[in-house]
C-alpha cells in the first residue's frame, strides 16, 4: 500500500500538472482596455471598454474588489458561433448632477479581470488595468484661411480641477471634424486640415473636437467650432 504522505504527494502533484496544462491552453483577449472618456466641454464623464479575441461565448469583468460589473452570453446562433469584438459606452452623466467623486468610486482604480469561455469550451483570459489620471482638456483655436484650416491646441500636462491628483503622461492627441479623423504624437500642437475635405465642407459652422490621450488611455475632449464661407 502506498504510504498516505505519498499518495497526497502524487495528488498534489496531479493537481499542479492538470492547472499548468489549463493555464497553458487558456487563451487570451487580444485587446482589453477599460478607460475613462471626459468631455471638458459638456463636462460629463463616462468609462468605456474595448475587448476582442477570437470565438468567445461568453464573458464576465471583474473588479478590483471581486465584484462582477459586465456579464454577457451569446445565445443560439451566437454561441454557436462565438463573438469576436465588444465595445461599449457606459452612461456619461454630467457632472454637474453626479458628483465625480461618487462616479469614480463606482470604478475604482486596479485591475479588471475578465474572464470568458470559447466556443471550443476553452477559458479565454485578460486584465485591463484602470487609472484615474484623467488629462485636461486642451485649449483649443481654429484657422480658416482662403483654402485651408488649422486647428491648433496647447500642450497638456495636468489634470482638470476638482479631479484625482495624478501624473498625467499624453500619449498623443486625437483630432476630429466628422468624419475626417487623425491621430497624432504627443509632441504635436497643430493639425492642417486636407485641402480636399474644407472643400468640401458647406458654408456654414463645423464641429471639431481635440482629445488629449493619457498614457493610462484614458482621454478627454474639448470641442470647438470654425466657420467657412
Known amino acids: 500500500m502506498r504510504h498516505p504522505r505519498a499518495l497526497h504527494a502524487a495528488v498534489l502533484a496531479g493537481l499542479i500538472a492538470a492547472g499548468s496544462a489549463a493555464a497553458a491552453h487558456a487563451a487570451k483577449f487580444s485587446i482589453a482596455r477599460i478607460y475613462i472618456e471626459y468631455n471638458s466641454s459638456a463636462n460629463d464623464l463616462g468609462f468605456h471598454v474595448s475587448i476582442d479575441g477570437e470565438d468567445w461565448k461568453s464573458l464576465r469583468i471583474v473588479n478590483p474588489a471581486g465584484v462582477t460589473v459586465f456579464d454577457v452570453a451569446g445565445r443560439a446562433a451566437y454561441a454557436e458561433l ?73 500642450p497638456v500636462s495636468s489634470v482638470p480641477d476638482g479631479f484625482p491628483n495624478r501624473r498625467i503622461q499624453i500619449a498623443g492627441y486625437q483630432v476630429l471634424v466628422d468624419p475626417f479623423a487623425v491621430t497624432l504624437p504627443a509632441s504635436a500642437t497643430q493639425v492642417t486640415l486636407p485641402e480636399e475635405f474644407v472643400e468640401s465642407l458647406a458654408p456654414g459652422d463645423h464641429p471639431f473636437e481635440v482629445l488629449a490621450i493619457d498614457a493610462s488611455g484614458n482621454q478627454t475632449i474639448t470641442e470647438g467650432t470654425f466657420t467657412t464661407r
Do not use: C, K, M
Request: aromatic residues 8%; proline residues 7%.
Open 82 to 154: 462565438g463573438l469576436t469584438e465588444l465595445f461599449f459606452e457606459g452612461a456619461e452623466p454630467s457632472l454637474d448632477d453626479f458628483p465625480l467623486q461618487q462616479l469614480l468610486s463606482r470604478f475604482p482604480e486596479g485591475r479588471y479581470n475578465i474572464v470568458g469561455q470559447t466556443v471550443g469550451g476553452r477559458s479565454i483570459t485578460a486584465t485591463a488595468t484602470l487609472s484615474h489620471a484623467v488629462p485636461e482638456g486642451p485649449a483649443v483655436s481654429a484657422e480658416v484661411g482662403d483654402d485651408d484650416v488649422v486647428i491648433r491646441w496647447q
